[in-house]
């Protein structure tokens, strides 16, 4: 038994603070937390971990992000906006796969996080391999993930008539798309399915990892897929994750190809029989809003990657109002470029308060709940994920207190609410994932996220070169003018 002691204990969101409390851990699953004296007196001959420099909360999740460790700045892509954006990334073939993976985890580790969804992603090569590497990557590093297995089908280059599209290409554009390589993902709705019983089988048991469907989106996803995936979903008991509305383009395209509501659209296809979680929302309809309350659709704000690639803010203040369930996620395309989840976190607070003398806005008891149990909910982790009680798994985090102290050095009395406010991602003493301290600003942690911040580094200017600058910036301008139509 271990007892982790620190000035103060938050066990969840809503839950009252414990002064001079603490957290006991056996094996990997909390065994009690409450006031030291009391804790210490049940567990006689544990051992004491002193944290009074800091506060212990549930571990923070990152419900949105797809691996990317090394910066998409560093990676050659440029802030832009989101189509053209994701056309650059055809110019390179895929980096250290494993190492970029598990830089991320270890940085999400650093930060405070002790749990993610890992959404759909494919660099190109192959994706059966890619996600063996993954998985690996985040086990190996003891960040607890929620694999999203992607699936596309259409809107490879453009949403809609993608022969239309091609036609609009110069001539020198248009021959260079002429040899299209294999499709992303694993390929067919059934060769899907065929790999998550893989994936599932293999890694059955490996702690820390489960596996969901990524479908990449509405207007990447044909309606038989959508229908077919969730079925299979159901019939599991795992969820489904994609990305909903993040652009105008995306916007415009599915007000004309559904007619109205998009989550509407999904809900007709059987799409929420299984449970189910979007990312971004930036332009999601009163209707939207309203479904993903009904139907218990968890929406994930990204809101700095949505001010980057000039999206405009997620409607977080609309969402708090209507009483959706919302997470929060980096996409690793944070505000500040880093995976400093609490500086994202806190810029989704101040996105979510109305403007108006009311000051009407998300709690701190809210803001807590968004990062940590309505995260797991987004991640389809086990209920009752994102509380220190006892059963749950030993994932927490240890901020040090000295930014949020009142002046003499006491405890403020809104300790809760100035956490929120001012702690950064360097302020994280200590990270647990299952009862295993895997980040405490030991020298080993610093120098093992050196080395693989170096190795992914490196692989990066090692990538194939698979697409000329000529024509990936003929596509990049086709779909400026059609994101200027919209």
Known sequence: MRIFRARLVIPSAGSEPILDGCVAISADRIAAVGPFEEIRTRFTGGEVIDLRHAVILPGLVNAHQHGRGISPLLLGYQDDALEPWIAARRRHGPPDVYAVTRLAAEEMLANGVTATLHANYNYGSDYRQELDTTVRAYSDAGL??????????????????????????????????????????????????????????????????????????????????????????????????????????????????????????????????????????????????????????????????????????????????????????????????????????????????????????????????????????????????GSLAPDQPADLVAIDCAGFEAPDGSMAKNPLSLLLARAKGTDVALTMTAGVVRYARRDQDLERRIHWRRVATASVGKRELRQDGTTVAAIQQALRGRRREA
């Open 144 to 385: 607890r993930a929620t694999i999203c297995i992607g699936y596309q089908d259409r809107g490879f280059l453009a949403y809609g008539n993608e022969a239309e599209f091609v036609a609009t290409l110069p001539e020198d554009a248009r021959k260079a798309l002429h040899s299209r390589g294999a499709p992303p993902y694993a390929g067919s709705v059934a060769e899907t399915i065929g790999l998550m019983d893989e994936m599932s089988a293999r890694f059955e048991d490996t702690p820390l990892i489960s596996f969901a469907y990524g479908p990449a989106g509405p207007q990447w996803v044909s309606d038989e897929a959508w229908a077919a995936l969730a079925r299979d979903a159901a019939k599991r008991g795992i969820g489904l994750h994609f990305h909903l509305l993040e652009s105008p383009l995306q916007a415009d395209w599915c007000r004309k190809a559904f007619g109205g509501s998009t989550l509407a659209h999904l809900r007709r296809l059987g799409v929420f029989e299984a449970a189910a979680s979007c990312a971004h929302g930036v332009y999601m309809s009163e209707e939207d809003m309203t479904l993903a309350r009904e139907e218990a659709v968890v929406v994930v704000a990204n809101p700095g990657s949505n001010l980057r690639l000039f999206n405009g803010p997620p409607p977080a203040a609309e969402l708090h109002r209507r009483g959706c369930v919302v997470a929060v996620g980096t996409d690793n395309t944070a505000l500040a470029d880093d995976e400093d989840y609490l500086a994202e976190l806190r810029l989704y607070a101040s996105l979510a308060r109305s403007p108006g003398v009311e000051a009407i806005g998300p709690s701190p008891v809210d803001i807590l709940r968004t990062a940590t149990t309505s995260g797991g909910k987004a991640a389809f982790l086990p209920a009752g994920y």
